[in-house]
């Protein structure tokens, strides 16, 4: 079969992190992956935002590296981190890892390309392996709260806090392809706004 990959174009990925950025009056955004910054990067609504991105198609305010590399230079902290570079399980794992260590309290990170129906998208120009590390997460990290928006390809938020664990399964396509609404842990953009208007009059 043959795979029709459509580049990402604009969408409701800006609205959600907007939607967040907003709601946390954040002040620092970190993009992983911009690709082309006039679908998403430029129209981020943060004051201070920083880009990072091997093989863009324009400029953007960043830096002209692969993620391993900025992480092994940066001694900044961000608010928003949005993980959207190489989407192998390794990178996508190691973009989280080294995000949370560089995210500031009360921060969120947005991975995308979490959710979709076909398999065949499983390869890492379309949406690769990012679901099998959050599925992972949600077995593994009590420490963090997890939730994924079913648009836009998939938008999952993960934030400090806390996370009732999915049952430790035998992880594979098929499961994911049938279980994924809890083991993704489905939200709506509405709940997730909720509980962070919740959270910010409670820190
Ligand atoms: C799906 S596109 C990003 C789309 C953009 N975030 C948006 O919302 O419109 C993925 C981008 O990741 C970049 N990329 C590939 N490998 C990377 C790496 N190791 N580190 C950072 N970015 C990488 C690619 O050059 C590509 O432009």
New binding site residues.
């Given amino acids: 079969m043959r795979i029709k990959v459509v ?5 409701n ?2 609205n959600i992190i907007n939607s967040i950025a907003e709601v946390m009056r954040y002040q620092s955004y970190l ?7 006039m ?3 430029n129209r981020i609504l943060v004051p201070h935002k920083v880009g ?6 324009r400029k953007f305010h960043g830096y002209m ?6 992480f092994a230079i940066n001694k900044e902290k961000f608010d928003l981190i ?1 993980v ?4 192998t399980y390794e ?1 996508c794992k190691t ?1 989280i890892e080294e995000s949370l260590k560089i995210l500031n309290d009360n921060g969120t990170i947005i991975v ?2 979490t959710y979709f129906l076909k398999r065949c998208y499983e390869v890492p120009i379309v949406h690769g392996k990012c679901w099998r590390v959050i599925a992972e997460m949600r077995q593994e990290r009590p420490e963090l709260w997890i939730g994924t928006i079913f648009d836009d390809d998939g938008c999952t938020i993960i934030r400090r806090g806390s996370q009732q664990l999915y049952p430790k399964v035998q992880m594979s396509w098929v499961w994911y392809r049938d279980y994924k609404e809890d083991l993704m842990n489905k939200v709506t953009l509405e709940e997730v706004i909720d509980k962070l208007r919740i959270e910010r009059n409670v820190n």
Avoid: C
């Fill in positions: 580049r990402a174009r604009p969408g990925r800006t993009e992983i992956g911009v690709y082309d910054s679908n998403n990067f990072v991105d091997p093989h863009p198609v590296m692969t993620s391993n590399e900025f949005f959207d570079g190489k989407h990178q973009d995308h390309d």
